[in-house]
């Protein structure tokens, strides 16, 4: 019955959305604003019945009703609460209803919110964003059911449980994040789109989605992050990225997001850029929806329960039609979109941004290839390929670095164009700051001449970004204002730059600790009785013993109890564990770490221990882990200070809005 | 002449270069697509051909290394094993007796050890005392090629290297038996 | 090293114990640690899971590879011994750097390709750019001599105002 609504609701979804594709196509060739509002009121419509949908496959999962395949999947009866409304995205039925109610809130937030301000694009944007909707909801309805009834009519008395790996909390976020990201990005693709078929191709679109795409792009690194925390904490390696193909999938349309939030700046000062810029965010919607194919759809991780269903297939049909869809409308548009584009000076703030598009898309460039490179393998040796961390790592760091580099340098220029002298002397102190740092460090016995690179880079650039923040305070003190006043003034005052530099500071902390982890992460593995002791830097354990008792649900758990010496004083006990969900025998590897400013000691139970007392140990020192992490905060603080509404800001695009009526398809 | 120029302008080469990577890349996914989609060989189906390097000890014909095409005219029982397969143990002594109990009779069983190393598959061929032909898979060609998703997976291949029945997971006797049995009477 | 000597000494006797178990009993040969074992398994990738290096697979399949990987060491073969024959033996797709021979050359010439042929479009596009600027130039610069940074014409002085201030002074 509630299975039944579920679907049924889903499917008028699916009509509405056919509906809207319809009504907007009449009403603009007829001309008729009341179809038109009618097709916008049935893209509204989506959002609740999606969302009433949701609601009763999570009631589904909260009733335990093992006659749904997909609650008796994903869920049991033991499972607590939180975990029944989060197993909505523990697999793939429920994953694609979740996103077809993300898409639902995001086109419908857009077209309510946008509607008055962009009238001519509606239309448009209306086609394309159903269009996207029908095809996953089309996938929700008629592939992947998550409402379909278990074969055979018997009922089973409990499910299998969620997958034991997506019981961490960094993996009850980390979904959601992506697929808000992911979706995220229809809306901008969309007006783009509009602005392209309709042939308006002033910046209105740009000003429309700018927020949407800063929203969207948020999330996504949201993700990225929380990925990463959820690797280091559950995956029981050491470590946070492993340039696996699914990580890779966010991290493509990551990569081109940034250089367009970077290269739109260029447009809104100069009026440059604009065909590069519809570009790049076509190109970065492609490649979500590509990366979803691949991680969908097994072709490169092969996934082999994904492999077999219908997925695969219909999502290619998906990416041909949009990409070929978006290709054509950007290539046949190029002449109209051009510009006079000159460039004052190879050191100025437009050449910055272009120099950052390059490094960011030859980064794209890599990380693609490197992740297609098992299909491109096959077909071309018949034998499948794999790139593993390492080629990965010598292949970007030189880009990463020269990013690095750039992200400190860039702020400085100005538009137009930025002495040599003026560069130069701005450059000095932090220059000698950063050199002084790696002289220091070398006598702290950091040889690696890679390290040191990187360090100096880096702190280079902290220094200069810092000094940015320093110039506008002081610039506002001089008025009078106090010091903390000054600063939250500046923020305040011009979100995107400070959030921008604040997102800046944020990789730069992120960098330092990922060259502490990366180049001096020290590891060991022992077998120990009670009582006997490992060492590993400055930190010695001595094992105690093991323990077992049962966990929640159908858990058992098995830790070994470990006290940790630093330089011969008891710091912690570690608790490393081992954990088993017995109905599937999944085990979990859960480590435990003393965790500080300067490094973490993470301990693993290397094996399942067979004795009470003896168990085999993997430490880790991983140096400035921590960094990584509080990196990741920052940079989020900054990109919600950039993408925070901003009252003045919203009066200069109305006021511009009225000022200059769009025009049509002459360019400029 | 200026049509000439205009009509040469026309060929935007950033424009062809996206289309062509947009292309090669939709090209790639689809090729991948295809091959994810490509479902192990079914019976009816022609046993796809690979040579093999028996362990030590194990021949065919006389033969240390010998390929599937080389045993055409002969039935074929091809097993995928692992010594690391717990469910493979089940099977191992009935291969090896039916083994011993049909090779006079045209019948070829044929081992391959899926993902193993050695010394291990070593001693577990010892452990059952297994006398068929017996090899590794070498660079994981053969697995792949039967696409196999796990072991133990037995292909039956009949005199004309065509795909007669497969069976997944441990086999039994009865199914085993019936099976060669069935085979040899239709010739 | 020398630390590394130090405690090969200290746990001396636990290795004399671990050589006991059958694991160690292999060939004879040197000590090896699991420390050793590592730093090879962490360059492997066993088809039986996928993506997931060997030294911290949990598959009955991967810790024979890695007692593998322990008999070689005992037997003295080196690092690049037996990365090569993991890769002989289960093609290179196990190795996390595929050899540099054949069609993985790509992964090594792919990152300069990218890098060189980037850096060329984008200098091509940027020196163009700078022509068409310096043409405009040369005008203005007949009738000036300061340089002048052009301002976007704006009307209303209320933008104006508050553009000055977005600026961030």
């Known amino acids: ?668 | 002449m200026m049509a000439e120029i205009s009509a040469k302008k026309k060929l935007h080469i950033p424009s062809i270069a996206i289309w062509v990577v947009v292309l090669a890349v939709l090209g790639l996914a689809a090729f991948g697509l295809v091959r994810v989609n490509t479902a192990r060989p079914e019976p009816g189906q022609r046993a796809p051909d690979f040579t093999m390097q028996f362990y030590e000890g194990y021949t065919w014909n006389g033969q240390s290394s010998a390929s599937l095409a080389d045993m055409r005219g002969n039935i074929v029982v091809l097993n995928f094993w692992a010594s690391w397969c717990a469910p493979c143990r089940v099977e191992a002594d009935l291969l090896e007796q039916s083994w011993r109990k049909y090779a006079d009779q045209g019948v070829v069983f044929v081992g391959i050890a899926y993902s193993d190393v050695e010394p291990k598959a070593l001693a577990y061929l010892r452990e059952f005392n297994i006398t068929y032909p017996n090899a590794p898979d070498l660079r994981t060609r053969i697995a792949e090629m039967y696409d196999i998703t796990g072991v133990p997976e037995t292909f039956f291949i009949d005199r004309n290297g065509v795909i007669y029945e497969f069976h997944f997971g441990p086999i039994d006797a009865a199914r085993l038996t019936t099976v060669i049995e069935r085979m040899l009477a239709e010739g | 090293m020398n630390r590394y000597l130090v405690w090969l000494l200290r746990y001396a006797w636990l290795l004399l114990l671990l050589l006991a178990t059958p694991a160690m009993a292999q060939e004879g040969g040197r000590l090896v640690t699991d420390d050793e074992v590592n730093a090879i398994a962490k360059e492997l990738y066993c088809p039986v899971c996928e993506s997931t290096p060997l030294d911290v697979c949990e598959t009955q399949a991967c810790a024979d590879w890695r007692e593998l990987i322990h008999a070689k060491l005992a037997a003295g073969e080196t690092r690049q011994e037996i990365l090569a024959y993991f890769g002989e033996n289960y093609g290179d797709r196990v190795l996390a750097t595929p050899p540099a021979r054949g069609l993985s050359l790509l992964l090594w010439v792919w990152p300069f390709v990218a890098f060189i042929g980037g850096a060329l479009i984008f200098g091509r596009y940027m020196v163009n750019m700078r022509r068409a600027a310096a043409a405009s130039e040369n005008e203005k610069a007949m009738r000036e001599t300061a340089v002048s940074y052009p301002i976007p014409p704006t009307k209303d002085p209320y933008i104006a105002r508050i553009e000055q201030e977005l600026k961030g002074e």
């Open chain 1, 1 to 668: 019955m509630i299975a039944d609504l579920g679907y049924f609701s889903l499917l008028f979804a699916l009509l509405a959305a056919v509906y809207a594709v319809g009504a907007a196509w009449y009403g603009h060739k007829s001309h008729n604003e009341r179809w038109l509002e009618s097709a916008r009121n049935a893209t509204l419509i989506t959002l609740p019945l999606t969302a009433l949908s949701s609601a009763l496959l999570i009631t589904l999962l909260l009733t335990n009703d093992f006659s749904i395949q997909y609650v008796w999947r994903v869920s049991s009866i033991e499972q607590p609460t939180y975990l029944k409304v989060t197993a909505l995205w523990g697999g793939q039925a429920g994953s694609l209803l979740f996103w077809n109610f993300l898409l639902a809130a995001f086109t419908a937030a857009a077209m309510a919110h946008k509607w008055d301000e962009q009238k001519p694009l509606m239309p448009y944007a209306i086609i394309v964003a159903s269009f996207t909707q029908i095809f996953f909801l089309s996938l929700s309805a008629f592939v992947e059911n998550p409402f379909a009834r278990i074969a055979g009519g018997i009922i089973p008395a409990n499910g299998n449980g969620l997958n034991p790996l997506l019981r961490h909390p960094g993996m009850i976020i980390h979904p959601p994040m992506l697929y808000l990201g992911f979706t995220g990005f229809t809306i901008p693709y969309t007006f783009a789109m509009a602005a392209l078929i309709s042939g308006r191709l002033d910046d209105t679109w740009i000003r429309t989605t700018r927020r949407w795409t800063l929203v969207a792009w948020l999330f996504l690194s949201l993700g990225l992050i929380l990925g990463g925390r959820w690797a280091y904490d559950v995956l029981g390696w050491g470590g946070y990225w492993g340039w696996d193909p699914v990580e890779n999938a966010s991290l493509i349309p990551w990569l081109s997001g940034t250089a367009f939030l970077h290269s739109v700046m260029i447009q809104e000062k100069r009026q440059m850029f604009k065909w590069w810029n519809m570009f790049l965010i076509v190109i970065t919607y492609l490649l979500v929806i590509y990366g979803t194919f691949i991680v969908r759809s097994g072709v490169i991780s092969s996934v082999h329960s994904f492999a077999q269903s219908a997925v695969g297939p219909l999502f290619f049909g998906f990416i041909a039609v949009m990409a070929l869809f978006s290709i054509y409308w950007i290539t046949k548009r190029r002449e109209d979109l051009k510009s006079e584009h000159t460039l004052a000076s190879f050191l100025s703030r437009e050449a910055a941004f272009l120099y950052n598009n390059f490094l960011f898309l030859a980064i794209l460039a890599i990380v693609f290839l490197f992740t297609n490179y098992p299909i491109i393998s096959e077909l071309f040796t018949g034998e499948r390929g794999f790139v593993g961390p390492p080629v990965y790592e010598r292949a970007l760091a030189p880009l990463f670095l020269l990013l690095l580099g750039l992200m400190g340098i860039a702020p400085l220029t100005m538009w137009y164009r930025t002495s040599l002298q003026r560069l130069g002397q701005a450059m000095v102190w932090p220059a000698v700051v950063a050199t002084v740092t790696i002289v220091v460090l070398f006598f702290l016995e950091v040889r690696l001449w890679a390290a040191l690179l990187g360090v100096w880079t880096i702190t280079f650039s902290m220094v200069l970004t810092l000094v940015e923040f320093g110039k506008g305070t002081q610039a506002r003190m001089r008025r009078g204002e106090n010091f903390f006043t000054a600063f939250s003034n500046l923020m305040a005052r011009s979100r995107r730059r400070y959030g921008g530099y604040w997102i800046h500071l944020g990789v730069l902390v992120m960098a330092y600790g990922v060259i502490g982890v990366e180049l001096y992460q020290q590891e060991t593995q022992r077998q120990l009785q009670a009582g006997e002791i490992v060492a590993l830097g400055a930190y010695e354990v001595q094992f105690l013993n093991v323990m077992q008792r049962p966990g929640p649900d159908d858990l058992i758990i098995t830790e070994a109890v470990l006290d940790v010496y630093k330089n011969g004083r008891l710091v912690a006990t570690l608790t490393p564990r081992r954990e088993i969900y017995t109905r599937t025998g999944q085990p979990m590897t859960i480590p435990d770490a003393r965790s500080t400013f300067f490094e973490d000691f993470y301990v693993l139970l290397a094996e399942q221990p067979t004795s009470p007392t003896a168990v085999t140990l993997r430490l880790f020192l991983n140096p400035l882990i921590n960094w990584v992490w509080a990196g990741g905060f920052i940079f989020v603080l900054g990109t919600l200070i950039a993408a925070w509404p901003d009252p003045v800001e919203d009066k200069i695009t109305a006021v511009r809005a009225r000022q200059r009526p769009a025009v049509a398809l002459t360019g400029d």
